[in-house]
């Protein structure tokens, strides 16, 4: 008697002749923030974070809330940082882009050191996904966004030294780049060149050497 042959079902395992993969299991860091004045909407965001994260299949490594005002620093983030330095998250999951970084500039340097170290990031509201190739184009339009910023800050900057000078203030000397010390070291530390250092705080590579070469 010949043989049964497998029925053709049991190929549906393969994928245009190759075996499917498992979907690799991402642990992800959650970070919900909300204004001293809104803090009735914080477990909205991290309830609809976890609901998503669950969608995917991610693992909820770390879970980060932070209360404040716009301009202050954003301690809780940094632990959210350090966790994606220390490689013990895989994405970022935040609800809004305005929650997460305090202005363009800062947006995309995050952006930046985030992808430099191979963590992904995800905003829910704006369905902006850097998880995915599609994700990962549309952030090239945040730098287009950043330099216009620059550009506007600088515009500003130039304008008000010039109505100084025009109302006869004296103006002290230019901010130098020690200023930078304690961030282009924290750079440095992840991992980030020089190069890019220079380039994301807007100082001469000469300066980013000259404070790492004095650390101690």
């Known amino acids: 008697m010949a ?3 497998a029925p053709k079902s049991a190929k ?3 994928v245009f002749g190759q ?3 498992p979907a690799k299991m991402f642990r ?4 919900a923030r909300v204004s001293t004045n809104d803090q009735q909407t914080l477990p909205m965001q991290s309830r609809a974070m976890r609901d998503y994260a669950a969608r995917r299949g991610w693992t909820i490594a770390v879970n980060v809330r932070e209360v404040g005002s716009g301009a202050a620093k954003r301690e809780a983030r940094e632990k959210l940082l350090e966790a994606a330095r220390r490689r013990e998250i895989d994405v970022v999951l935040v609800w809004r ?3 997460w970084g305090r202005s363009v500039t800062d947006l995309l340097a995050t952006l930046q050191e985030l992808e ?3 963590v992904g990031f995800v905003s829910m509201t704006e369905a902006l996904d850097l998880t995915t190739p599609a994700g990962r184009a549309m952030a090239g339009l945040l730098a287009v966004f950043a330099a216009f910023e620059r550009e506007i800050l600088q515009e500003r900057t130039k304008a008000g030294l010039a109505h100084a000078r025009k109302n006869g203030k004296r103006l002290g000397r230019p901010v130098t780049a020690a200023i ?3 961030e282009i070291q924290k750079l440095h530390r992840s991992g980030v060149s020089k190069s890019e250092i220079a380039r994301r705080l807007q100082i001469g590579r000469t300066s980013v050497r000259r404070i790492l ?3 101690p």
């Open 28 to 31: 992800a860091g959650l970070y």
């Open 19 to 21: 075996r499917r993969r």
């Open 180 to 182: 930078h010390a304690a």
């Open 3 to 5: 043989a049964k042959r």
């Open 12 to 14: 549906s395992a393969n």
């Open 97 to 99: 882009l305005d929650r």
């Open 116 to 118: 430099h170290l191979g």
């Open 213 to 215: 070469g004095t650390k």
